[in-house]
């Protein structure tokens, strides 16, 4: 049983096709194993090789440099200390470096790499304790314990542990390991932890439902590589004990099955609904689908970004309300966004509809491909889509959850590519490959050319090993066919179904229509050819009129990738200004030396700008270029966004040339990139507005901070304003204690005289007048308040 399973290895969805006649329940489609489908794309394949050659290795070195692996080596007492990394959850790091480099294995062996996994799942080992107990930051027994952990296993899992989200990672990646390399070592080592999991929990037992869904999804794997049915019972046990009672947050305030809209954190919901498919699949409980289409319905028609993110907001890194789809402060987590293509990829499994690889690709093209620089070696957490300069990747972040969880996934795309059932083979995405698997009628070979997804032409030669009757269902993309996804929550301004012409062998051929596929069905012979030739004009997407951010605004869009604009990609290195005609014509041209070679748009634009002491405008005419969304943010930060302005009143003007503007900025905050906040003249509409750059101290609380002007020559100045930034009753800023302007004579800092009082509220310019002086610094000096740290949107100062 062993050889047999590794044979037919799988990635996200391991041991699915290969137990599937062994079941008597079990999803009907099955996904093609990505180990039978060898990439030769010139899109995908060189970056999935970035992900094995710099991704892989940098995110090892970081879990060594980061203290990562020593929390291990700690809890088992081979390094003396209990000083562990920031989080409880930072042990999943290692596992999910693990669970990549094995799907880089199971395509092209690796000894030192392999090496390298024996290495760190031996120090896993030693740190498991004598019952399969695996979490090093109880286990560590350190003097002073994280907070989060509580006073004895598991009671504290529904709220911050992460106990059972670091065994649900354990699972994946150790199922994965195993089948790569038939080694048990790992695997041993979660079968030991989730054999604890099942002794602990359950009916009369601890009735504690995991904080962080995923252990549903890990249980479920193990349950596929071992046909151990505790471990699939444990998982809907897991789904069953949420709820009610508990918070919107981690989806706990209803019981799974009465839960109708998608609320909470975005990750946590994306995972827990790819639990209930695998689940669902597995057992046949209709109530668990039933939600889930109900709760695909709600996000795909009131929660999903453009790009494919989902999880709008920051605070709880959740889901907004209908329609709530900000840009500038959208979180888009990349994270969620793989959780997004799990479970479209399990609700396609589940339907055989496209609309689900629909919504699929439009992610993963766009949403989660952003999370990754080009590089490989600099990452997004959360995936905006708008900015005026103050977003970056980092090189690594404490929590590196969005960084290890790419690096996972990335190796797996090509095993989204295909699926089959009997004697359907369906073509989902489109990329050049040879695939091969076995339908009931013979084994087929398939080979797929197109340089998608810059061209709609795709080629299939189908081979079989002998003469036989079977059908290619190839997916019409709902973009093809004038709808960007399922519902009203997006549209082209330019609409019109067309139909997609397909040959076989050179002539054209007629097929119907089967839940968004086309299908041929033939008796096919080696050397058949289909071509598919999906049209590819450039799309001005428009938003549902309820998505208040995207009002007289327009998103470009080509085939599947979704397009910015970029600073600097324009004459003026500015975006925010820029005001394009609905009607305006766009042409495209490829750049093969440009962003490692990009599809750019072009289209004429105007542009506005503020003029110093005046309510007027300047307008200027210039060529717009727009790059794909992805590609952002790789040659440094500059500004950037994805909904156009066809309406004036939609943009934001470039800033008046002011004493403010001019002058070079400093302060006590660390962060170089929101230093642009405080002098860019964006209009905010409160103290809380998040769709604005702004500059702030958080965590610190009760300090004395300051930022200071430098100008470009002496100037005499007799009054400043001031914008707060406040956050409160839910964030952690608010209006300072106190303020104070100070000005500069030689090397000394002077308080000036005011005549008026420094004012302090929320949602409003303060100002304070004081007696004029001429210098070429001012300094504000800001306590914090006792318990809450601040922030600034924007300084003025004036003559």
């Known amino acids: 049983m062993i050889s047999n399973i590794k044979k037919t290895a799988v990635t996200l969805l391991i041991g699915m096709s290969c137990l599937v006649h062994s079941q008597k329940k079990d999803y009907a489609i099955q996904p093609v194993d990505f180990t039978h489908v060898h990439l030769t794309d010139n899109f995908w394949k060189p970056k999935i090789e970035v992900n094995a050659e710099v991704t892989i290795p940098y995110i090892l070195k970081k879990c060594k440099e980061t203290g990562r692996i020593n929390n291990f080596l700690r809890a088992s007492k081979t390094?003396?200390?209990?000083?562990?990394?920031?989080?409880?959850?930072?042990?999943?790091?290692?596992?999910?470096?693990?669970?990549?480099?094995?799907?880089?294995?199971?395509?092209?062996?690796?000894?030192?790499?392999?090496?390298?996994?024996?290495?760190?799942?031996?120090?896993?080992?030693?740190?498991?304790?004598?019952?399969?107990?695996?979490?090093?930051?109880?286990?560590?027994?350190?003097?002073?314990?994280?907070?989060?952990?509580?006073?004895?296993?598991?009671?504290?899992?529904?709220?911050?542990?992460?106990?059972?989200?670091?065994?649900?990672?354990?699972?994946?990646?150790?199922?994965?390991?195993?089948?790569?390399?038939?080694?048990?070592?790992?695997?041993?080592?979660?079968?030991?932890?989730?054999?604890?999991?099942?002794?602990?929990?359950?009916?009369?037992?601890?009735?504690?439902?995991?904080?962080?869904?995923?252990?549903?999804?890990?249980?479920?794997?193990?349950?596929?590589?071992?046909?151990?049915?505790?471990?699939?019972?444990?998982?809907?046990?897991?789904?069953?004990?949420?709820?009610?009672?508990?918070?919107?947050?981690?989806?706990?305030?209803?019981?799974?099955?009465?839960?109708?809209?998608?609320?909470?954190?975005?990750?946590?919901?994306?995972?827990?609904?790819?639990?209930?498919?695998?689940?669902?699949?597995?057992?046949?409980?209709?109530?668990?689908?039933?939600?889930?289409?109900?709760?695909?319905?709600?996000?795909?028609?009131?929660?999903?970004?453009?790009?494919?993110?989902?999880?709008?907001?920051?605070a709880g890194e959740a889901f907004g309300a209908a329609y709530e789809l900000p840009n500038m402060s959208a979180y888009a987590e990349t994270c969620a966004a793989i959780g997004n293509v799990y479970w479209n990829l399990r609700m396609f499994l589940l339907h055989g509809d496209s609309k689900y690889i629909d919504v699929l690709e439009r992610t993963l093209y766009n949403g989660l491909l952003s999370g990754v620089s080009l590089s490989g070696d600099h990452f997004f957490y959360p995936n905006p889509l708008a900015s005026l300069g103050q977003h970056q990747r980092g090189e690594w972040f404490s929590c590196a959850c969005c960084i290890s969880n790419i690096t996972r996934f990335l190796p797996s795309v090509p095993g989204y590519v295909y699926a089959h059932?009997?004697?359907?083979?369906?073509?989902?995405?489109?990329?050049?490959?040879?695939?091969?698997?076995?339908?009931?009628?013979?084994?087929v070979t398939l080979t797929q050319q197109t340089n998608y997804p810059w061209n709609g032409t795709v080629a299939l030669t189908v081979d079989p090993s002998k003469k036989a009757d079977f059908s290619v269902h190839v997916r019409i993309p709902s973009w093809a066919i004038g709808k960007p996804v399922s519902g009203d929550l997006y549209s082209f301004k330019d609409s019109k179904s067309v139909a997609i012409p397909i040959s076989v062998n050179g002539k054209k051929v007629d097929y119907?229509?089967?839940?968004?596929?086309?299908?041929?069905?033939?008796?096919?012979?080696?050397?058949?050819?289909?071509?598919?030739?999906?049209?590819?004009?450039?799309?001005?997407?428009?938003?549902?009129?309820?998505?208040?951010?995207?009002?007289?605004?327009?998103?470009?869009?080509?085939?599947?990738?979704?397009?910015?604009?970029?600073?600097?990609?324009?004459?003026?290195?500015?975006?925010?200004?820029?005001?394009?005609d609905k009607d305006a014509v766009v042409t495209e041209s490829y750049k093969a030396d440009k962003l490692n070679g990009i599809l750019e748009l072009s289209t004429v634009g105007s542009s506005s700008s503020r003029i110093e002491n005046s309510q007027e405008l300047t307008q200027s005419k210039s060529v717009v270029n727009a790059i794909p969304y992805y590609a952002w943010n790789n040659r440094g930060s500059n500004e950037m966004e994805v909904w156009i302005p066809y309406e004036t009143s939609a943009s934001n003007p470039k800033p008046a040339s002011t004493i403010a503007s001019r002058s070079v900025v400093s302060s006590s905050s660390k962060s170089k990139l929101m230093l642009k906040a405080l002098n860019d003249q964006y209009e905010v509409a409160n103290s809380a507005d998040k769709e604005a750059n702004y500059l702030h101290w958080w965590p610190k609380n009760n300090t004395t901070e300051f930022v200071q002007y430098d100008f470009d020559k002496a100037y005499t100045v007799s009054s400043t304003k001031v914008y707060w930034y406040d956050d409160t009753p839910w964030g952690g800023c608010a209006v300072p204690a106190s303020w104070q302007i100070f000005y500069k004579i030689g090397e000394e800092w002077v308080p000036v005289k005011n005549t008026s009082t420094y004012e302090l509220a929320k949602d409003k310019y303060n100002s304070v007048q004081f007696e004029p002086v001429t210098t070429t610094a001012l300094k504000m000096v800001v306590q914090l308040p006792v318990d809450k740290s601040a922030g600034i949107h924007e300084w003025m100062v004036n003559q």
């Open 79 to 314: 390094i003396p200390g209990d000083k562990l990394t920031d989080f409880p959850f930072d042990d999943t790091d290692v596992y999910k470096l693990i669970e990549g480099a094995s799907y880089g294995l199971q395509v092209k062996k690796n000894p030192v790499l392999e090496k390298q996994l024996d290495t760190l799942i031996g120090i896993i080992a030693a740190a498991q304790e004598p019952d399969g107990y695996l979490y090093t930051f109880r286990t560590v027994n350190a003097a002073h314990p994280h907070e989060w952990i509580g006073d004895k296993r598991w009671v504290k899992d529904e709220d911050l542990s992460h106990e059972l989200y670091n065994a649900g990672h354990l699972y994946e990646a150790a199922t994965a390991h195993f089948i790569a390399t038939g080694k048990r070592t790992f695997l041993n080592v979660a079968i030991k932890n989730a054999d604890l999991l099942v002794k602990d929990f359950g009916q009369g037992k601890l009735q504690i439902y995991p904080g962080h869904q995923i252990v549903e999804m890990g249980l479920v794997k193990l349950y596929r590589v071992t046909k151990e049915k505790k471990y699939l019972d444990l998982a809907k046990f897991f789904l069953d004990v949420r709820g009610p009672g508990g918070d919107s947050y981690n989806q706990a305030d209803k019981k799974v099955v009465d839960q109708k809209e998608a609320v909470g954190h975005a990750v946590r919901a994306a995972y827990m609904y790819t639990g209930m498919a695998d689940v669902a699949a597995l057992t046949g409980d209709q109530q668990y689908l039933n939600t889930i289409d109900n709760i695909w319905g709600d996000v795909v028609d009131k929660k999903l970004y453009i790009t494919g993110g989902i999880g709008a907001t920051g």
């Open 512 to 580: 119907v229509i089967e839940k968004g596929y086309a299908v041929i069905k033939r008796a096919w012979v080696k050397g058949d050819k289909v071509t598919v030739d999906f049209p590819m004009p450039i799309q001005k997407v428009l938003a549902n009129e309820n998505v208040k951010a995207d009002k007289d605004r327009f998103a470009l869009q080509k085939g599947p990738i979704v397009y910015c604009l970029e600073g600097f990609d324009q004459a003026d290195k500015s975006v925010q200004s820029i005001v394009v």
């Open 421 to 443: 059932d009997h004697n359907d083979l369906y073509v989902n995405l489109f990329m050049s490959n040879t695939m091969d698997v076995e339908l009931d009628a013979a084994k």
